[in-house]
């Protein structure tokens, strides 16, 4: 079963979509977090049923009613890793930078699932204004 990893960028991407949602249904925001991370982890099991992509990657399409999201990622099987590269909503045109040959090689600044959701955990449980002195901003 391959492990999933996050970059740094896919962080932001959460902690992006949540904060956009929160701004209206906070309980909603923490559900679609929850439901993309959910639906990444079948990564694990099966890293290669994302649509093919350009340089070698894959997106995950996580549907949500009429819209959704998608997740490119980039299956590693001589590690049995899959890096989670980025997140953008389907109604998004593209990725908000381009996706780097550096962005996929490199893993030194990753987050396994684990570490992700309790980095995510603390955004959701952390109010913004003490999240500086918390150390989870």
Partial sequence: MAVITYSERAVRDFERIFDFLAT???ALAAMVVAAIEELVSMLARHPLIGR??????HELVISRGKTGYVALYRYLEAADVVLVLALRHQREAG???PIEQRDIQDKTQTATAHEYSKRVTNHLLIPESNRANSGTA
Avoid: G, K, T, V
């Fill in 24 to 26: 209206d249904n906070s």
């Fill in 52 to 57: 093919p992509a350009e340089h070698r990657l």
């Fill in 95 to 97: 990725y908000d930078a």
